[in-house]
């Protein structure tokens, strides 16, 4: 964790302030490099790009020497939110001796055009009811969120910014000339700490330890503000930086306008589905989550979490695609989806069995929702040639092992078992291999292989092959069967983990024989997620929580789904800003600090208990969320399946606008009488011949939708 020489100068200086490392968030453009991803920690203290350096603000009262840090505070009390609820422009608010601070954070620019920027506003209120005076002090080093070496640093002309004087590079520009600005080496907390700034106005350090420091010294009447923005537009690192140097420059005078851009460019990316719901957290829940997933894609590629995993993962990945699908971000879940279709194997652990499964499901799901035939034709063969690998496990008779051609953690490669997908067949099922296991993976393998059989049975039909669709269903069929008997003889089967995550959802494996599987789930979530009353909450993975919870909504618990959800929004890992983990007390961890990850290069990151946010934990939350209104569910649509009661009061309203389905764009409002007991749900935008399901507290109906419809609905057992 963090880089050795950050590890070592700490522990040498223990007067040096090190970031707080507990969690981040990222800002960035969908799509763009991994070095271009913003990182932030509490407080909105960042690094504007991977390995650069660190950039935080601290106070100092000057009539008492209190010194107030973020990286100090306590989680409680750094108040984050997004603008609007879920747009990223992340804003942070500070209550300490009488002065309320306001930071503001977001990235914009393009990687086409190499012009991202990281800008920031800091403002002052005085609410006490005495005048203050405070010395606001604004910092460059190199430890930071993603912080790398800073080995020259220069004063800028103007009395106000910092430059990286060899190459001529702007690195952070203030809106306004400060009282003092220096640069030294080493680490300015201890200038700061003391009301001081280096009077150096250029500084070189060969191991790259240089800092700059910008001090304003602010009094304020009571009820007065104070701000000042700054901006740091990020810089080329890497080959050929001189020809692809950055494009930006400094312009902290224009943060507002640059705000109000860059917000209407992410309203542009969410028009078209609307939500309205009664819990506020819910609906900002519902956006930020696509928000998280689409930061962290690079090019075509679903990321699970920037710097701690840059690579592709085909398991999170999978789920990740189906999300931009659902949320009419076609254009990203295309090019992910040609990379699954050109690569049969990816992943941090190397090629696994459950791979085959679930590329057929995300390629198969992508032309449901687009129903872009032409593109299915052309991606055929890869269907094909993953139903052969389903084919090749179920019949094997030695172990199957596979050299994957894209990146894996790098202690994998010390494994002699790495890359097997499969024991030899056994009792007519998969002897697959997931998460380092056979026997806890059994159920996970074989329901994505049964589920990935089905789905290219739904491509051959289409595209016109009814003889492969035949033999693939047929091999489905068998292969249900075989583990049918299989959990008969063997009633633990039911009761795994992994099992229990793919029952129905995502699967379907079990969606015809509910009697089978229902009593043990029951009897599995009594057990780990308690009893109606308290519920258990998942430790460390959070996706498998909520997978669970969704195949509890679609077994008919909606109560247990909401608890789940419920729990999540009230214990958010990212507070504020809806993000949800990997792993928790330094437990899961592993795999980002040993594996390709770029944290052993930082300096900071030097605790690392969790991965916030996790793509896989939020593409499991959001679709949770998105089956609570609305599931594709019996050769048609379910809705309202999820929803709690208490959101049916009087007068209450529940709608969505435009949610991409297999059968249209969808529309649907439930409104509640002012009595409370009849709701009126309008459904709009279905092909005709759609088989609806409305599953509310007390009332199931269903109906085969012609044109818009509206049907009362009563909500009380009389």
């Known amino acids: 964790m963090a880089s050795y020489d950050t590890i070592l100068k700490l522990h040498e200086h223990p007067e040096w302030l090190p970031p707080r490392s507990d969690v981040r968030v990222f800002l960035g453009e969908p799509g763009a490099p991994e070095a271009t991803k913003t990182t932030v920690e509490p407080g909105n203290v960042f690094s504007p790009g991977m390995m650069t350096f660190g950039v935080t603000w601290w106070l100092r009262f000057t009539d008492t020497g209190n010194f107030f840090a973020t990286e100090t505070a306590s989680l409680e009390a750094l108040n984050w939110s997004y603008e609007e609820g879920y747009l990223p422009v992340i804003h942070c608010r500070v209550n300490t001796h009488g002065i309320h601070i306001l930071h503001s954070l977001f990235q914009d620019g393009t990687a086409e055009e190499r012009s991202e920027s990281v800008c920031a506003r800091l403002i002052l209120e005085n609410h006490s009811s005495k005048p203050r005076s405070v010395q606001v002090f604004i910092a460059l080093r190199s430890l930071g969120p993603a912080g790398g070496e800073v080995r020259q640093l220069a004063v800028g002309a103007d009395g106000c910014s910092l430059w990286n004087p060899k190459r001529n590079d702007p690195l952070l520009g203030a809106s306004q000339k400060p009282g003092a600005i220096g640069c030294g080496v080493g680490d300015p907390t201890v200038s700061a700490r003391h009301g001081q700034v280096p009077e150096a106005r250029q500084v070189q350090d060969d191991e790259g330890w240089c800092f700059g420091l910008l001090r304003y010294d602010v009094h304020l009447a009571p009820g007065e503000p104070w701000e000042v923005a700054y901006d740091c537009p990020q810089q080329t690192a890497g080959p050929a930086w001189e020809a692809l140097s950055g494009t930006a420059s400094p312009h902290p005078e224009a943060f507002t306008d640059r705000m109000k851009m860059q917000m209407q460019v992410w309203r542009e990316r969410f028009r078209g589905i609307e939500l309205e719901v009664p819990d506020e957290d819910f609906r900002n829940a519902f956006f930020a989550g696509v928000q998280h997933m689409l930061t962290a894609t690079v090019g075509e590629q679903p990321r699970i979490a920037a710097l701690s995993y840059p690579l592709p993962w085909l398991r999170d990945s999978v789920f990740i695609v189906r999300c931009f699908d659902l949320a009419g971000f076609h254009v990203h879940a295309r090019g992910a989806s040609d990379f699954i279709g050109r690569n049969d194997f990816f992943g941090g652990f190397g090629a696994e069995g459950d791979a085959p499964g679930e ?60 890359g097997v997908i499969c024991l030899p067949a056994k009792d007519g099922i998969i002897q697959g291999t997931m998460d380092f296991g056979v026997d806890y993976s059994l159920g996970w393998v074989n329901h994505w292989a049964i589920c990935g059989l089905r789905e290219a049975a739904h491509a051959a039909d289409v595209l016109g092959y009814p003889e492969d669709a035949d033999a693939f269903r047929v091999e489905a069929n068998d292969l249900q069967t075989a583990l049918r008997q299989y959990a008969m003889s063997h009633p633990a089967f039911l009761t795994y983990e992994r099992t229990t995550n793919s029952l129905l959802w995502p699967t379907r494996a079990w969606a015809d024989d509910f009697e089978t599987i229902r009593e043990p789930f029951d009897e599995w979530w009594r057990k780990n997620r308690g009893d109606g009353i308290n519920f258990q909450p998942e430790p460390y993975w959070l996706y498998f929580e909520e997978s669970q919870a969704h195949n509890a909504l679609l077994i008919g618990s909606r109560e247990r789904a909401w608890q789940a959800v419920d729990y999540r929004l009230r214990h958010q890992d990212l507070p504020g800003l809806y993000g949800w983990r990997e792993g928790g007390s330094g437990v899961g961890t592993e795999n980002a600090t040993r594996g390709v990850t770029l944290i052993p290069f930082l300096r900071g990151c030097q605790k690392f208990d969790s991965i916030t946010p996790h793509g896989w934990s939020q593409a499991e939350m959001w679709l949770l969320q998105r089956a609570m209104l609305v599931e594709e569910w019996e050769d048609g649509l379910l809705l309202f399946a999820g929803i709690p009661q208490h959101w049916l009061q009087p007068d209450a309203r529940i709608a969505f606008h435009g949610f991409p389905t297999w059968y249209g764009k969808v529309s649907a409002i439930l409104e509640v009488d002012a009595a409370g007991k009849e709701a009126a749900v309008t459904v709009q935008g279905l092909e005709p011949g759609t088989r609806v399901h409305i599953r509310l507290p007390y009332r199931d109906i269903t109906f085969t939708f012609q044109e818009e419809t509206k049907i009362s609905i009563p909500l009380r057992k009389d």
């Open 359 to 418: 590329g057929l499901w995300a390629l198969v799901q992508h032309y449901r929702i687009t129903r872009d035939r032409e593109w299915l034709a052309s991606i055929y063969p890869a269907i094909l040639r993953k139903v052969d690998w389903i084919k090749r496990m179920r019949r094997a008779e030695k172990p199957i092992q596979v050299l994957q051609d894209a990146p894996t953690l790098a202690f994998t490669h010390a494994q002699r078992t790495s």
